[in-house]
């Protein structure tokens, strides 16, 4: 059997792209109030859980309170306007990881997606479509797994091709939550070639360091 870190010597983090130019990014939200949430009522019935809705699916944050706060805001988000966007998170992503550089880490057990804070920190809309974009890659990488088996071809879950196809399935959510139309733009204008950071026609881990993402 291969060691983990075999495998991640050889199989390198699939990404969403870098946000947008910085002159472009949305003004700073005001801090919302925090809300106190409504006591919680419980009746006689609503304790009666069948066994489908005791299914809890939780993504593990791992970060600075700030960092876990923005994580909650972007998956809430997703959760309230776009739930099967929310729901593909649910399954192919188990942890979000504040870090260095953006990357999902699909072969790890669980899959964990790591945020850097310029992502993560350039607007909720657009980390929530990161999201959504990154369990893609995610999804793709163990559908593959459970009908195949190890190992999985790198190009199944990244490279160009795939790029462009988790780009577009993050426009539509980014539709869905009703992301700035700047912020969308811009994923229309990426030809998915952004993870070829040096430009040498790979994904190695000279690009993953040379993320400023
Ligand atoms: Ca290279
Ligand atoms: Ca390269």
Redesign the pocket.
Known sequence: MVSCLMVAALVLASCAPAAPPEEEAAPVEKEEAIVTPEEEVVTEEEEVVTEEEEVVLVVEIRGSPEFTRQTEKALSLLQNKAPDAFLKVQYFIGIIEQGEHSGMWAYEDPPRYEVSDMTAFYSVTWYAGTIAHDATHSQLYHEYLIQHGNPVPQDVWGGTKVELFCILYQINVMKSIDAPQFEIDYLISLDGKYY?????????W??YYGRDW
Do not use: C, E, K, S
Not at 196 to 204: K, N, Q, R, V
């Open positions: 070829d950071i040096d430009g040498d026609g790979d994904l190695d000279d690009d």
